[in-house]
């Protein structure tokens, strides 16, 4: 048993949203209890201690749409990248990246991402991955990472056909074999999906040999829409929008995750909803590749299941929840907007997308959930309580305000330390790579 209390705990919990003094008791991986901390100390007297000091106690964040072949990018300088679209940005930065990652590569990565998302309070993970130049086995390389650092996640290859069609069929089955293995596996830390870069390189046998490919009970993780270039391309080619292109390779569903959706209309929306597709938001990113805001208050207010990502911008969560905040404030001139639709898309929609693919509850400290516990050092000056929790969240707190963090009742990091990961030589290991992959890249 471990129990981590003395804190203002914030459940996500409907019948039980705020403890001014709540404590959590952990065993096996579970959520066993949750009460006042005087009562799990009395109840649980020889259990393992940890002391929020006042903090405030909360599950841990999930990112629906990490990129963590990006990790190496910081800092990079290519030599002639000078870009002037979305179309440029890709070609030139991310797509000439991942065409020179070795599995070293995608393993370091992985781990640095782990790394900060931990020290951010994020435990759940589903990742977009792409290494054209090493896919087979780069899923597993990165599953391996996440085994070291303790945290869930899902990974799925980005199939393209940009790199030829062979390159293409190599990403779907990587695709099919990491699935297939994710369906077998019963430590529900780890799951698949069959991953796609955006219709615009996806060719229509690509297409069929993707569905020919993936095996049942899951479903695809696809950017939609992100630049306008996306949707001239589909009307240009198949005299179609994207979402009818998709619904007509039967992609839409339940366990189809689709990023961005910048420039979709009410038809498209329709078909998203009728079809309980899922939408993952990433304000950072969208903003920093000047493609546009989406209509994603819209979204919200129809009933469609959005999360919040952040699409490698950050790591953390709270930087994309106070970007998207301000962001639809701005571009709505509507300083009512997004009060009440990103939080829920963090709190809510993130947990009830995850809860598509991993079997416990996640996003909630109740009883039988998860044990995704983070402790924040956040001492709030003025009044806090369950009904303005998130003001505190959006103004008081960042990623780094996270002190401690725990993922299916294990102990990642404690009072800012890392448990069982060596950060000093992996960070002299990740500066290692990157610098070999800038002289590649360079041709140095």
């Known amino acids: 048993m471990l129990i981590i209390g003395n804190g203002r705990m914030i459940t996500r919990d409907p019948e039980n949203p705020f403890l001014e003094d709540g404590a959590v008791g952990i065993e096996d991986g579970v959520i066993k209890r949750i009460h006042t901390t005087a009562e799990m100390r009395k109840a649980y007297p020889q259990a393992e201690y940890i002391d929020a000091r ?38 030139g930065l991310w797509w000439t990246i991942d065409k020179n990652l070795t599995l070293n590569d995608v393993y370091l990565s992985a781990m640095a991402t782990y790394v900060d998302s931990i020290k951010n309070g994020v435990t759940t993970v589903f ?59 019963e430590s529900d830390m780890i799951a698949g999906m069959m991953g796609m870069h955006a219709q615009f390189t996806i060719s229509d046998r690509t297409m069929e040999f993707a569905a020919a490919h993936k095996p049942d009970g899951t479903g695809y993780h696809i950017h939609v829409a992100e630049g306008i270039e996306d949707l001239h391309d589909c009307l240009k080619k198949y005299g179609k929008r994207i979402v009818d292109r998709l619904m007509d390779f039967q992609i839409l569903g339940e366990k189809t995750l689709l990023g961005h959706c910048i420039y979709i209309n009410p038809h498209e929306m329709d078909l998203i909803l009728d079809t309980d597709t899922m939408v993952v938001h990433n304000p950072e990113s969208n903003m920093g590749n000047a493609c546009g805001c989406p209509p994603t208050m819209e979204l919200v207010k129809r009933g469609i299941l959005t999360g919040l990502g952040t699409d490698g911008y950050t790591h953390d969560m709270l930087e994309s929840y106070k970007t998207a905040n301000v962001l639809h404030k701005h571009h709505l001139c509507d300083p ?109």
Not at 57 to 68: D, G, K, L, Q, R
Request: proline share 3%.
């Open 127 to 185: 990742d977009h991955h792409a290494s054209f130049g090493q896919i087979t086995d780069s899923l597993f390389k990165i599953e391996e990472a996440a085994g070291k650092t303790g945290v869930r996640t899902c990974l799925c290859y980005e199939v393209s056909d940009r790199g030829g069609e062979e390159k293409a069929k190599e990403g779907i089955l990587e695709n099919e074999a990491f699935i297939r293995h994710a369906l077998s596996d």
């Open 54 to 91: 006042g903090g405030v106690i909360m599950p841990a964040f999930i990112n629906t749409h990490e990129h963590i072949y990006s990790s190496f990018a910081r800092g990079l300088a290519i030599d002639g990248y000078d870009p002037h679209g979305f179309l440029e940005i890709l070609d």
């Open 336 to 444: 009512n907007a997004a009060w009440g639709e990103v939080p829920k898309m963090l709190f809510e929609g993130n947990a009830r997308i995850a809860g598509r693919y991993f079997k416990r509850p996640l996003g909630i400290l109740k009883e039988g959930a998860a044990a995704d516990v983070i402790v924040t050092d956040y001492n709030p000056l003025t009044p806090m309580n369950g009904d303005n929790a998130n003001s505190h969240i959006l103004f008081g707190m960042t990623g780094r305000s996270v002190v401690t963090t725990v993922c299916n009742g294990k102990v990642l990091m404690k009072d800012r330390i890392l448990m069982g990961v060596d950060e000093e030589k992996l960070m002299a290991d990740c500066r290692e790579a990157a610098g070999a992959l800038a002289a590649r890249i360079n041709g140095r």
